[in-house]
Every structure is written in C-alpha cells, then in structure tokens.
C-alpha cells in the first residue's frame, strides 16, 4: 500500500500518519519525490484500513498496490497518459512517426534528412549528439555541436527534436536544444539519471533495457514519474534472445498491449533498433500500428554506406515514403490520427 501527500501537507501531519502505520505493526518508508511524498508501507497492510488513512489530514490518497510500480500502473491512473510536445500528442488514437539519422554526422547530412523525412510526412526529426556505443573507438556522436545542428533542423523544419542523454552533465544542454530526451537500452537501469531527468519537465522517451523485464522497464519509468515528471513515452527496442543469427535483437510487440494493460502511458517501438536490418522496418512498423502502440522511430540516412552509426538499418528517404504510405492507409483503418 501506498500513502500519498497532499502538496501542502504538514510536517506534524506527516509525523502523525507515520506513528499510525507503525501503531499496526508495519514499517513506513518515506519517499521523497519532488512530485509526490509518499509512504510506503513495508510488511503485513492487512490490519491497514486505507479508508481510515485516507481521512487523515494532508493524505491525497491510498493506494491498494499490487504491482512495484505504482505511478505509472492503471491502478493509479485508468486513463490513458497523454504526452504533448508542441503540435504534436502521443495517446490514445493518435500515431506519432519519429524519423531521422541515428547519428548526426553533420549540418549538411542532418539537414537533407530533415527535410526529406518533413516531407513524407514524420512529425518528430531523431538523431543522437551522444552516441553509445560497444566500441570506444567507434564514433562517439559530435556532442554539443550535434545539439547545436539539431536545433538548426528544428528551426528550419519546424519538426521538434528528440535526442539521447547518456551523461548526466549533458542534461542543460539536451533540455537547452531537444525537445524529447531520450534515455537509450543502456541507461534504462542508470537510476541516478532517471532520477535527473525525472526532475526536468521535459518528455522523456525510456527505451526498454536489452535484458529487461517488462516489470523492470515499468519500475525504471517509475524512478522518473516519482520524481515528478509524467511525460513518459515507453519505447520497445527490441530483447536479446538466443537467436541472433538474423536479426539484432527480438521485436517483443506483444509488449505493446501488456504494457497498455498495465501502465498509462504511451508506447512507441523502435523497428530499426530492433531488427538491425532495413527490410524488417516496413513490416514492424506496421505490426506496431496494428498491435496498439502511439508511434514508432525510424532510422532513415540518405547515404547509408557512408553512415557512420548502424547504416545497415538505415532505410532510404525513398523506402521511408513507401512506409508513410502504409503507415497512412493502417492508420484511416484503424482510426488513428496521425499527430
Ligand atoms: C538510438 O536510438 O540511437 C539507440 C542507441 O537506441 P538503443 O538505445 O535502443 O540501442
Ligand atoms: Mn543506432
């Protein structure tokens, strides 16, 4: 069970609720979000009548908690969470396209990719400044010039911007140019930076870890909404599995509607990340459409032998078209507007 304070609450109320938890033998563990103090109650709740607690002075709520992640569960929130940036709304019945290089290489690259996938029809431009990558001698992303291009193609398309933070030092310039902070596969489970960017009220895009459960991925979102920040977007990326022979990684698009069933909020899938190869983007994408997710993120490179981050995946602005196609047709099928 989970107590949750009123934002005024006092401290002698506080002190009051915590001697009543205690009065039943449980142990109560104080959380302090910037968002929400919550008291977590460890042990045996059933002697703990929530309706009881409820009534005391500065309590918003108490929550019955069946799962450990309870912000970002259904319990706690039925309806659906809508994320916005500038025009555009990740929710329900709306489909978001993201689409652009995975990496920016430079002003003149990242502009004709812009522009190209403005033109069919995406609604947000991607692209990392910060590159993880396995390799130290790989291509480590252009860093704060990157932003700095980023932000030109913004300007110049109109498009907002999402883009990796990997380092928490990096956190004012990320919020200075981008409009979506993305936490990749790699720092899903980097709690002191889900802490931070918890505490922006920026977008955050959380990739699923590559080894995560989806309990785990759910928890990591809850690090971030605890400390105030509810515009979470959920991103499948793909799981290892045994069978690598073919593909990078495994799409898990049942995620999609587990995820609808157990959080509010939005998902979107990454089909370039997840396959590794740029003839499985067109059908996950759609796959995704179909099985319930709010969006998917595209690789697209107009020169992807010479790109200098997962060219294999890259799809052409060409072959990009085609997929807004079929995106376009799946979408007035089902409904969903794209937003
Ligand atoms: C990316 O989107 O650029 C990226 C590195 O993705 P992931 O964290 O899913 O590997
Ligand atoms: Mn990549």
Redesign the pocket.
Known sequence: MLILFEKDYTKAQLEHVMEKVKATGCEPHLVHGLFKVTINIIGDDTRLDPEIFKSYEGVEDVIAVSKPFPLVGREFKPEDTVVRTHNVTFGPNHFVVIAGP??VESEEQTLRIARAVKKAGAQIL?G?AF??RSSPYAFQGMGVEGLKILDIARKETGMPVIT?LLDVRDLDDICNYADII??????MSNFSLLKEVGKTRKPVML??G?LATIDEWLMAAEYIYHEGNTQVIL?E??IRSFDSKYTRNIVDLSAIPVIKHLSHLPISV?P???TGRRDAVGPMTLAALAAGANSV?I?VHDDAESAL??GAQAITPHLFEGIMAGIRNLSKALGKELT
């Open positions: 995975c990496a991607r990392g590159k993880p990796e993305q936490i990749g596969t790699r720092n990739k699923r590559m991103c990326r793909g990454d370039s990340h997840a993120m690789d981050c997962d």
